[in-house]
């Protein structure tokens, strides 16, 4: 386990993870994930410590992720327990499951992350938690303070990690990642207009928030160049680059 996750975040304990996983759930393809194969390699040669896919582009990719990590997006609801889905992932050779959990809502997603987290903790595999607090419905339950509950939630079932939302600031943010007390990474959101836009926050968030990681997905394969975009994110978290350096290390 211990392994893994030095794996997953790097010699410096930081990681930049390409979300690619929508296409689970997309209603449309998008360009940058009919082209999956072609973003994978790119971003890996941009940098990319890790992705996010479902357990069918994990197999059918296996050869461009190279020696990056592959975290396996998982689903417990029926017909899946989390041990076959678990199971899964580990036979494929997956470097850590990851899945959604929704505390304060009227479900009982809280107990299955526990089950999660118990069986990935039994076969040495991470999990990385995404907590939701309140479900996708909820846009009121996104300030801080129930942010960081959530964080907090979904790090008492067990998980090794959360993936969660910006809080917009480094103040707010940083409470979320005390809270948590497990490395926090905050998710890339909807598309930005500009590089300026996109990155500046992410720079605010590892640099004054105390957020280990980006797992980004619209933002880069919504682009004309995914890889650029993720060289200006490894600029950002590996190089200690300013927004300005990531932005012409993207155009580069």
């Given at each position: 386990m211990k392994r893994k996750m030095k794996q997953i975040f790097g010699s410096d304990g930081r990681m930049l993870m390409v979300a690619m996983d929508h296409t689970a759930f997309l209603q449309a393809p998008v360009d940058g994930l009919v082209n999956y194969g072609k973003t994978i390699s790119d971003s890996v040669a941009a940098g990319a410590d890790a992705f996010l896919a479902p357990i069918g582009s994990a197999q059918r990719h296996d050869e461009e992720y190279g020696a990056s990590s592959v975290i396996v997006s998982i689903d417990t609801n029926e017909p899946f327990s989390a041990d076959q889905a678990i199971s899964r992932a580990l036979a494929i050779g997956a470097d850590g499951v990851k899945a959604m959990v929704y505390p304060f809502a009227d479900d009982d997603g809280v107990n299955r992350s526990a089950a999660i987290a118990a069986?990935?903790?039994?076969?040495?595999?991470?999990?990385?938690a995404e907590p939701v607090p309140g479900g996708f419905s909820r846009a009121d339950m996104r300030t801080p303070d129930i942010i960081a509950a959530g964080a907090r939630v979904a790090a008492e079932t067990g998980a090794d990690m959360i993936k969660t939302f910006y809080t917009g600031d480094p103040k707010s943010m940083r409470k979320v990642v005390d809270y948590a007390g497990v490395p926090v990474v905050i998710l890339g959101?909807?598309?930005?207009d500009s590089l300026e836009e996109f990155y500046g926050p992410i720079w605010d968030a590892i640099n004054h928030g105390g957020v280990l990681g980006v797992a980004v997905g619209t933002n880069i394969w919504t682009s004309k160049n995914p890889g650029g975009v993720v060289r200006g994110l490894n600029a950002i978290l590996h190089e200690n680059a300013s927004v300005e350096q990531a932005v012409s290390a993207a155009k580069k």
């Open positions: 069986f990935a903790s039994s076969v040495g595999l991470p999990y990385l959101g909807h598309a930005k």
